[in-house]
């Protein structure tokens, strides 16, 4: 049985190109899982749990369109490629299958493994760059505070009096207790 995995990193993106490369190479609709909107770097995805519990089973094909909608690291790719082997399935990326005891198909692995997990990096070099850039220009402010000042003020000084819990004052203010910390630590 084949089981196909299909990923996007954001919402916007469409995963039709993948699911019907998918169907292409053999794989039924109704096998094909995806997550739409997380990053390739994030193992934790509902999808890809969904497809490897699915594909836990000698016999099993997994089956991606590229190796860096699986993983975008070595280290996740080559541990979600040994799962499957583990449990004798079998990895197929695009037309070709990993096959772990071909020193060949390994190192060929191990290179989209790491060009995957270049391309990421090249991705979050650019994103910080972008980032200080417009922070420069004056254009990136940073993430609005929960309170507004007088609010904030207000906080630290009922916490001032020690009549108050963080909890409590979490609570009246209707914000997290790690707010309440940040807050009274940004007034000393």
């Given at each position: 049985?084949?089981?196909?995995?299909?990923r996007?990193?954001?919402d916007?993106?469409?995963?039709?190109?993948?699911?019907n490369?998918l169907?292409?190479l053999g794989v039924?609709?109704?096998?094909?899982?995806?997550?739409p909107g997380?990053?390739?770097?994030?193992?934790?995805r509902p999808g890809l749990?969904?497809?490897?519990a699915a594909?836990?089973h000698?016999?099993?094909?997994?089956?991606?369109?590229k190796?860096d909608?699986?993983?975008?690291?070595?280290?996740d790719?080559?541990?979600?490629?040994?799962?499957?082997?583990?449990n004798?399935?079998?990895?197929?990326?695009?037309?070709?299958?990993?096959?772990?005891?071909?020193a060949?198909g390994?190192?060929?692995?191990?290179?989209?493994?790491t060009f995957?997990?270049?391309?990421?990096?090249?991705i979050?070099?650019?994103?910080?760059?972008?980032m200080?850039?417009?922070k420069?220009?004056?254009?990136?402010?940073?993430?609005?505070?929960?309170?507004?000042?007088n609010?904030?003020?207000?906080?630290?000084?009922?916490?001032?009096?020690?009549?108050?819990?963080?909890?409590?004052?979490?609570?009246?203010?209707?914000?997290s207790?790690?707010?309440?910390?940040r807050?009274v630590?940004?007034?000393?």
């Amino acid at each position: 049985m084949k089981i196909g995995y299909a990923r996007v990193s954001t919402d916007r993106q469409d995963l039709t190109a993948q699911i019907n490369e998918l169907v292409s190479l053999g794989v039924d609709e109704k096998n094909i899982y995806s997550d739409p909107g997380f990053t390739g770097t994030n193992r934790q995805r509902p999808g890809l749990d969904q497809a490897l519990a699915a594909a836990s089973h000698p016999g099993a094909e997994f089956v991606v369109t590229k190796l860096d909608r699986l993983a975008r690291s070595i280290r996740d790719a080559k541990d979600i490629a040994d799962a499957l082997v583990a449990n004798g399935a079998v990895l197929q990326i695009g037309r070709s299958a990993y096959d772990p005891s071909d020193a060949m198909g390994k190192m060929m692995f191990n290179i989209m493994a790491t060009f995957a997990e270049f391309e990421a990096d090249l991705i979050r070099q650019r994103t910080k760059e972008g980032m200080a850039l417009a922070k420069a220009r004056g254009r990136l402010k940073g993430k609005r505070p929960k309170l507004p000042p007088n609010q904030e003020k207000r906080l630290v000084e009922l916490h001032a009096t020690g009549d108050y819990s963080i909890t409590e004052l979490a609570a009246d203010f209707g914000v997290s207790r790690a707010t309440v910390h940040r807050a009274v630590a940004r007034a000393g």
